[in-house]
C-alpha cells in the first residue's frame, strides 16, 4: 500500500460508519485467514523470473467480496474502484487494483483444485474447535437452485447437468444443494447433484457419523431409515407423514411440531445465501462450477451465523 493521502485520512476519520464498512471489519477480524490460505499457498504460484504474482490473500479476500455482494468479475473491478470499503478490506489500492480477468483466473484456479471444498472443511473444523458446531445431532434439508432454461447458446441446448423436479404445482430447471447442519443450523456437509435426485438418495452423504439425533422434514421419512437409526442408537426426530389410507393423528402432529422447533433452524443459512447475499439462481454452466460455488457460500454462510459466538470468545 502507498503512503496515506489526505483523502485517506479524511475516510478514516468520517463521522460514520457504513453497514458495509462494519460487515466487513467484522469480517476482517472474525475469519482466521492464515489458516484458510494455507491450503491456497499449496498450489499457489510462487514468485519467479517474470511478474510477480497478486498476493493470493488480496485475490482471496476479493473472492469473498464476490460472494457477500452477488457481483460479477467485471462488477467486481468495478466497485474495488469505486468503493473504499471494499478496497481496505482487500488490502489494495487505486493503483492495483486486480483487473477481471486476474479475478477469473483466480476463481478457475480454485474450481481446479478443488479448493472451496477445502475452505469448508477447514471452517468446519475450525468451528468444531471453538465448540460452536457441535456434532451431537444432524438436521438434513435441501433446496433447490433454479438455473437458466435458455437455449440462446452456442449449443443451443439447456444446460445438460441439470434437470427438472417438480415442487408442489410448479416444476423447477436446475439443481439441488443437500445439506447437512448441527442443531443450530450450522452446515457440516454440503452434495450438490441435479434437482430430479430425492432427497432421500443422498440423506446418508449429508451425516458426519457421530448423530445421536437426526431431523429432517417429510421428504426423508422412511421405516427403514428410522429402524437402522433406532438400531445404532439415534433418535429418529425426521417428520411423520400421512399415507393412503392413513391420515396423521393428533400424536403425529405434535411430534412434528416439536421437531420443527429444532428442524426450521437449517433455514436460516437457506435465508442467508438467497436473500441476503441475492444468490437465487446458479451463476455457472455445470455442477462442478456450481458445487464449488456452494461450497464457498455455505462456509461464509457459516461464519456469518457464528460472527457473534465468535466475537464473545
Not at 11 to 21: I, S
Request: with cysteine; net charge positive.
Amino acid at each position: 500500500m502507498q503512503q496515506a493521502s489526505f483523502a485517506d485520512l479524511a475516510y478514516t476519520h468520517k463521522k460514520k460508519l457504513t453497514r458495509k464498512e462494519r460487515f466487513l471489519a467484522e469480517m476482517d477480524q472474525l475469519l482466521p485467514w492464515p489458516q484458510l490460505l494455507k491450503p491456497i499457498f499449496k498450489r499457489y504460484p510462487k514468485p519467479g523470473q517474470g511478474r510477480r504474482p497478486i498476493p493470493a490473500e488480496v485475490l482471496l479476500r476479493i473472492y469473498f467480496l464476490q460472494q457477500w455482494y452477488g457481483l460479477s468479475d467485471p462488477a467486481m473491478e468495478d466497485s474495488l474502484y469505486d468503493s473504499e470499503a471494499m478496497r481496505r478490506f482487500a488490502r489494495v489500492d487505486l493503483a492495483h487494483i486486480p483487473d477481471e480477468t486476474t479475478v477469473c483466473k483466480f476463481r478457475h484456479f480454485l474450481e481446479a483444485h478443488e479448493l472451496t471444498a477445502a475452505l469448508f472443511r477447514l471452517t468446519e473444523q475450525y468451528l468444531a474447535e471453538q465448540a460452536v458446531l457441535v456434532r451431537t445431532g444432524t438436521i438434513v434439508d435441501a433446496t433447490i437452485i433454479p438455473a437458466s432454461g435458455s437455449t440462446k447458446n452456442q449449443a443451443q441446448a439447456r444446460d445438460p447437468e441439470m434437470a427438472s423436479t417438480k415442487k408442489g404445482r410448479n416444476w423447477y430447471f436446475g439443481l439441488k444443494a443437500h445439506i447437512g447442519s448441527d442443531p443450530q443450523g450450522r452446515v457440516h456437509s454440503v452434495v450438490v447433484t441435479d434437482a430430479s435426485v430425492h432427497d432421500s438418495q443422498v440423506m446418508a452423504d449429508c451425516f458426519h457419523g457421530e448423530e445421536q439425533v437426526i431431523y429432517g422434514d417429510k421428504a426423508y421419512a422412511s421405516t427403514a431409515g428410522r429402524q437402522a437409526a433406532e438400531a445404532q442408537g439415534q433418535a429418529w426426530r425426521v417428520h411423520r407423514k400421512a399415507t393412503r389410507g392413513r391420515r396423521l393423528t393428533c400424536a403425529d402432529r405434535a411430534f412434528n411440531r416439536k421437531s420443527n422447533r429444532v428442524r426450521a433452524r437449517v433455514e436460516h443459512v437457506f435465508g442467508v445465501i438467497k436473500h441476503l447475499w441475492g444468490y437465487r439462481r446458479v451463476r455457472y454452466r455445470g455442477l462442478a462450477k456450481n458445487a464449488a460455488h456452494l461450497f464457498t457460500l455455505f462456509a461464509l454462510a457459516n461464519w456469518y451465523l457464528v460472527r457473534r459466538e465468535l466475537a464473545a470468545t
